[in-house]
Structure formats: C-alpha cells, structure tokens
C-alpha cells in the first residue's frame, strides 16, 4: 500500500448554519479503490466537495499526499485531484475535442497556451476512455455514456493522483456503467492512481471497491472491505429497512437488495395493531405498521390533532375526540372496543396530561387481556399529569409485562419476529 | 524542448484538434477590409471614389474615417462585452447591458445633460456615462452576492441587474419628464445612440479602455470556455472560478461602459454578433473573442454607412439600422447554424 493520499482529520464541514460532516477522520492510500456509500443526505457530496476545496471545513484539517489543502494553489490541488461531478452540461456546443483540452488549461498557465506535451495527454486520455473517435462530435448530442467517458477524459487530462466519481455513473446502463469501470479498473492498476468512488450501488461497490466507506449521518459507520461493510446488521441500521445481503457463491460478490414483499408469501392473516398517540407522535408508526400490513386501530385521538389528520388520511379506523377537549367516556368506550380486538398495542412518545391520561387505561386492559403492549421510553420527561399519574401507570404497566421501545427501528424488528 | 506554441493554431493541427476552419477565418479576414472600404466610400450619392486633392472630399473622407474608427470601436467593444456575459452568466440572452450598464450609463448621461453639467465642463458627459455604468455594475453585484455569502450566483445576478437597471429606467423617465424640450431631445437623442465622431483625445482614451478590456477577456478565453461548464468543474480543473468571473466582469464592463460613454445606447451588436459569429466560427473563445471584435467593429461601421447615406441628408440612428437590416440576416444564419453555437 501507497502512502497517504488523501487524509481527513476530525473535520467538520457543512453550509451556512448546518454542520454536515461530523468530526470525520479517514485516510485514503495511494492506490487504493475505495467506494464510499451512504444514504441520500448523509454527507457523500459534502465530503466530495471538502475534498477538493469547493468547501472550507470549519474545523480539522484536508490533506493531500500530506500537504493541507488550504495551503495549496488551486493549480496544484487540481493535479492531485479531480472530480468527476454527477452532470455536467455546457449550454454551448463544444466538440468532445475541445472539451477535453479543458482538462489541460490551469495546468498550462496564462501564458503559455497548450504544447505538444499537452496535447499528448489529451490523446492519451481519450485514447484510455474510448472517446478518440467522438473529437468532433458536439458533446451534448452523445449518449449518456459517451458523455461520461468524455468528462471522465477531461478529468484524466488534468493527470489528478486521486480520482473522485460523485454517482457519476449511476445513471448509466448496465454495460456504460461496466465500461467506465473497467476503465477506472484500469487506470487504478495501470497507473495506481487511486479511485475515490461515491455510489449508491451497494452491489457494485463491493465488486469493484478493495474498501468500502459506509457513511451515516456526516459520520463514518464502517470501514473495511466489502463483506466486513455490507453486513445486514450495519446496513439495517444506517439505511433503515431491511436488507437482505447474499454472496454469490461463484464470483463472490455481494448483492444487496429490500424486501418487496412484507409478509414473504405468508397467508398468515394480519395481526391488528392499536396505536395511542397523538400531536404528530403517530405519524410514522402509522406509516411503518401499514407498510408492513398491519391492520390499524387507533385512538383516542383529538380531530385535528396531526395524528388524527394523518389517521384520516390513511384511512386508519380510529376513535376521535372533539378538538382540544379531554377525552369522554363515549368515545373511550369506542377505543376500548376497538383495541380489544386488536392483538398487540403500542404507546407512542405522546406525551400525557390529564386529558388523554384515561388512553393509557387501554395499555392496562390490553395487558389484562394477556396481550403484547409496547410502551415508548422515557414517560418521565413526557409527564404532565398532576402528581406524576402516568409514570405510576407506566410502571406498573412495565411491572404486568409491558415492554419499552426506544427507536422505531427496533421496534418494527421485534413486532415482525413476533408475527 | 518544448514549442511554444499554440498547436491549435496549425492548420494540421495534432488529432484534428484544431477547433476552428482555417477557410473560414480566411474568407472572414478578407470581408472585414472589404465591407470597412465599402462603408468609407459609400456617401448619399452612392459609391464614388474620393477626389483627395479637393480639400472639401478630403475633409469629408477625414470625418467618414472618423465615423469608421467609432463604429469599429464601439461595435466591437460592444460585442466582446457581449461574448463575455454569456460565457459567464451561461446565458444566450445577456448581453452588454444585462448587469446595468445601460441603465446606469443613461441615468449618469440623463442627469449630466438636464442639470447642465455637458455645457459647462468638457467631457462630462461621457465620464458621467462611464462612471455611472461602472458604479452600477459594483451596485448589482454587491446586491447579488449579499445574499448568497461569497459568489454571487449566476440568477441573482441577472435578477439584480434586471432590476437596477428597472429602477434606472424609472428615474430616466421621471427626469425627462421634469425636462425643458430642448433636454428632452438631447436626452433622446444620445439615448437612440450615433457615431457621431467624439474628439479625438476622447477616441484615444476609448480605443485605450476597449484595447485593455478586450485583451484581458482573451487573455481568459481559455478559462472563459471551462468556466461554461459552471463554477464546480471549472474549479475541479484548477482554475480560480471566482477570479475568472470577476475578471470577466470587469473586462465586459469595462469595454461596455466606455462603448457607452462613446456613442450612447446602441442595441442590438452585442446580443446578436456573438451569437453569429459562434454560429460560424463555434464557441471556442481564444477565436470567439478576436473575432467577435472585428466582426462587431465591422458590422456596426457599415450599419452607420446605411445610418447616414439612407435618407440623406437626415440621420437615421445607427440602432436602427442594426435592428432592421441586421435582424433578417442574422436570423437567417442562426437558423441555418444555430446547432454550431449553442445547444438546442
């Protein structure tokens, strides 16, 4: 392994008044071929862009083969490292000729115009990425993959050290995706130059990446190689789903992929489920459990509570209450009915005053009933109640067998092992 | 070794890289002299060729020379500023006046002719005209980058020169309103724009201004082309974006303003010569530009031939006829050769 070519050293980087990269540390070698992965708005393109000084880090340091890049001419920073971004368009019609010189002007400085030397590279460059014979097409007529390969030679031009890819492929087909690789394959061994890869493509990256880079949240989740990275129990948790992982047993790749179905072909009949929520607290347990095709009862909720607007509009059977009143014995009595028929129930974050401390009466007839009851952590802090009510409940709830959840995630985990 | 030289240059340029037709710079090359003789023959009787020993040709050849000089100066500082705000702000619309120049340009000659500065200090005119141009572009970029921390960005660029340049308009409008007639006219009349020969000293300056400005905007012709690729990737490659378009900036106003200061609002030469000329010649801007100053220098000296000798003895404005005999033709080309220049 090469030396450092590329180090970040507890950066901290973002726009105005929004940290994205957290205190993030990392080191590329020279050589290597890395492919750095992450959920949408998880700080890809931002570290994209602090590497190659488009941004400032508010804090640590980037280095390029050692050398800070703040401290670096632009000239220079731009032999170490070049970027190939997503689209690039120009409004006016260049050949595919001239938009490959680009590659060279900072290099060959005011003055002196391009030489021999330079147009050299400019063959070479189209020569490795099978564009030689577009020169004189206009470059915005050619196909998507043609038009990659052609800013990915202007970028060789540049004759960078590091070679950066921001979802430059992505939106290729499969054989243009192919032969971009192959080529960055190539020049990654041919020339060592080292591949900084950013990808969506979990499959793809784990073929073509010696090390992955999974990124969650402006933080790095995992480093290592493929099958150390794409393991469901990290996957799950950074992308929040789940994910099936397998090995193809004869070229040992690795093939990520969702789950379509929920209930995998099961005939089993759909469990019911009694949400208590309420102020937006539901929302996304909601959504989650009709995902995963539970069926849904809810209440009791207050009309236009955001809940009760987001019951609705799912068209979720639940119990309402008139706005900003508490709870009546009418409508309790629904809710009562309604989650005596439903297997399991859940208690949201909501938090609880003396107006809606009566739902928890549900959790406590549920438990009676010898049904699963799920209460969210933390009632303490989400008490209003004169005297502390709902945390005596909750306790004593715990006490009969209800169980606590934290996050949304391991909580659907746990209603799917039970179903 | 190595050669320095630009092998774009070579006819058999290396791989067919040469990005331009030899032929056609050629056969460009022996128009301009051709049509500049043609405007400096052409009076209101028709083509004649000048008696020199008479000293009343000769001094009427001295004052269509002196027209032929402003017209090549205008029209091709008109122009580059022209190339310039379209590579840079990525625009086929803008043109010189899009950041203001205009405007400010009218509001500061509005106010020097009603408030009776042209009379009484020599040259104020033209110096309020620069000025004020000049200062107004200071004024839309500063509002542009105000709110963007840094760059401004390309729209609110062209936002903010919309505006100024509205506001501008306004206040014209209100101060020839308060006019007396006799400032009205002249207020009119330098707006329509002519070629009306400045003092030579002034000529001078101009030529000096356009000289510098125009050199520096091919000196960053090379980057001008990156940067139509945006800010990002220009700053990938290793050029200082931001640098390039102030440069820019300040070269396109630069010749812009003292277009301005010259020979008043002359439309039309800046939008529509760059657009034909890259329809021609393609979109490279190490030629772009050089070719866009003679083209547009050539091509507004014949526009003021028409201007003058039409329905001689009176003067159309040279605007005018720019509109109206260009507009057909060019049409015409950009029809025909519009896929060379821009995408669409």
Known sequence: ?419 | MKKYQDTTLRPAAMLGLNTISGARVALFFVCVPLLLGFSLLLGPTGMLWPDLDSPVERAIMSLRFSRLVMGVLVGGALSVSGVIFQAILRNPLAEPYVLGVSGGAGLGATMAILFGAVAAVPLSLPIMAFASAVATLFLVYWIASRGSGGMPSVYSLILSGVIVSAICSSLIMFFVSMASAEGLHNVIWWMLGNLQPVSFNQRLFSALFIGIGIGGAWFLASRLNALTFGREMAHYQGINADAVIMGGLLCATLVAATAVSMAGMIGFVGLIVPHVIRAMFGPDHRWLIPLSAVGGGTFLAVCDAFARTVIAPIEVPVGVVTALAGGPFFLLILQRKMKNAWIG
């Open chain 1, 1 to 419: 392994m090469g030396q450092a070519a590329l180090t970040f050293e507890k950066v901290n980087a973002g726009y105005k008044g929004m940290t994205v990269l957290d205190d993030l540390s990392f080191q590329v070698n020279e050589g290597e071929f890395i492919s750095l992965i992450g959920p949408n708005g998880c700080g890809k393109s931002t570290l994209l862009k602090t590497a190659s000084a488009l941004l400032k880090p508010v804090k640590g340091r980037v280095c390029l083969f050692g050398k800070d890049i703040r401290s670096m001419r632009q000239v220079t920073r731009a032999r170490y490292i070049g970027v190939v971004p997503q689209k690039v368009e120009s409004p006016m019609a260049f050949t595919v000729g001239q938009i490959v010189m680009n590659g060279r002007i900072a290099a060959s400085g005011f003055l002196r115009g391009l030489v021999e030397e330079d147009f050299v590279v400019i063959e070479r460059s189209m020569i490795y990425t099978n564009v030689l014979h577009l020169k004189d097409r206009y470059f915005m007529e050619l196909s998507g993959g043609e038009q990659q390969r052609v800013i990915l030679a202007m970028v060789l031009a540049q004759e960078p050290r590091i070679l950066m890819l921001d979802e430059s492929i992505a939106h290729l087909d499969i054989n243009h995706r192919y032969e971009v690789l192959r080529i960055l394959k190539r020049i990654n061994r041919e020339k060592s130059m080292t591949v900084f890869l950013v990808s969506h493509d979990l499959g793809l990256s784990s073929e073509v990446a010696d090390r992955l880079i999974l990124m969650s949240e402006g933080r790095i989740v995992a480093e290592g190689r493929p099958e150390k990275v794409l393991v469901p129990e990290i996957l799950d948790q950074v992308y929040d789903c789940e994910l099936k992982v397998q090995r193809d047993p004869v070229t040992g790749s690795i093939h990520v992929s969702g789950v379509l179905e929920n209930f995998n072909g099961s005939s089993k009949k759909h469990k019911a489920v009694h949400v208590i929520a309420g102020g937006g607290t539901g929302i996304e347990l909601f959504r989650r459990f009709s995902l995963q095709g539970f069926r849904i009862t809810s209440g009791v909720l207050n009309e236009m509570d955001s809940d009760a607007e987001a019951a609705l509009a799912l068209g979720i059977d639940a119990v309402f209450e008139k706005p900003f009143s508490a709870i009546g014995e009418e409508a309790f009595q629904k809710a009562s009915f309604k989650a005596a028929k439903a297997d399991i129930l859940v208690v949201s974050d909501v938090p609880f005053g003396q107006g809606n401390l009566i739902n928890l009466q549900l959790a406590k007839e549920a438990i009676e009933a010898g049904k699963k009851v799920w209460i969210a952590e933390g009632i303490a802090e989400r008490d209003y109640t004169e005297g502390k009510q709902a945390v005596e409940i909750v306790r004593k709830l715990h006490a009969d067998g209800a169980q606590a959840w934290t996050s949304l995630h391991d909580l659907m985990k746990e209603l799917k092992a039970d179903h």
